[in-house]
T-cell receptor, first 115, second 113 residues
Framework: DADVTQTPRNRITKTGKRIMLECSQT?????MYWYRQDPGLGLRLIYY???????NKGEISDGYSVSRQAQAKFSLSLESAIPNQTALYFC??????????????FGEGSRLTVL | KNQVEQSPQSLIILEGKNCTLQ??????????LRWYKQDTGRGPVSLTI?????NTKSNGRYTATLDADTKQSSLHITASQLSDSASYIC????????????FGRGTQLTVWP
């Protein structure tokens, strides 16, 4: 089983719909992240959380919200999806207490298409 | 401005050949540089990390170099295999915010039989 699991893996939706992407991890890491990947643009940080009570905006948080339900769960929501939110979304974790270099452990990705 | 630039954007080589991918950065102060491999449809996976004091590090057929003076890193792949086809992403940790990561856009490598 994957250490970082994302659901759904693929989703097609329509403009204006509310979408939630879920992430769960079994690595026991405190830090969790949501990234967006677009062709030719690389990975961009949407939101990150250092623990259950800590939520921070990344570089492209507009139009997104998150919820850290537990140490192991971090959800990303699009309240009203729009076509330019079509992208591949990745959840990642890290544990700087065990690895000061900041290695990220990624999920398999959630491909979202907004029509 | 802290940036990470990778070249080439894409590369096609024949199986068994060697290749070198480049990463130039302007991130300062510098903490470390990591290369990730991302297979199609999968999440990135760390290949190797370079810290300020390291010049060369090998991981099987992958060899990374770092020149902290010129702010350049390279990833050399020896005797390429079909399974090396992937996107290779350079990520630099540093800047004024502790732990901040700066991502390159990746080099898409295709290995042909």
């Amino acid at each position: 089983d994957a250490d970082v699991t994302q659901t759904p893996r693929n989703r097609i939706t329509k403009t204006g719909k509310r979408i939630m992407l879920e992430c769960s991890q079994t690595k026991g890491h405190d830090r969790m992240y949501w990234y967006r990947q677009d062709p030719g643009l690389g990975l961009r940080l949407i939101y990150y959380s250092f623990d259950v009570k800590d939520i921070n905006k990344g570089e492209i948080s507009d139009g997104y919200s998150v919820s850290r339900q537990a140490q192991a769960k971090f959800s990303l929501s699009l309240e009203s999806a729009i076509p330019n939110q079509t992208a591949l979304y990745f959840c990642a974790t890290s544990d700087p207490d065990r690895d000061a270099t900041g290695e990220l452990f990624f999920g398999e990705g959630s491909r979202l298409t907004v029509l | 401005k802290n940036q990470v630039e990778q070249s080439p954007q894409s590369l096609i080589i024949l199986e068994g050949k060697n290749c070198t991918l480049q990463c130039n950065y302007t991130v300062s102060p510098f903490s470390n540089l990591r290369w990730y491999k991302q297979d199609t449809g999968r999440g990135p996976v760390s290949l190797t990390i370079m810290t300020f004091s390291e010049n060369t590090k090998s991981n099987g057929r992958y060899t990374a170099t770092l020149d902290a003076d010129t702010k350049q890193s390279s990833l050399h792949i020896t005797a390429s295999q079909l399974s090396d086809s992937a996107s290779y992403i350079c990520v630099v940790s540093g800047g004024s915010t502790l732990g901040r990561l700066y991502f390159g856009r990746g080099t898409q490598l295709t290995v042909w039989p």
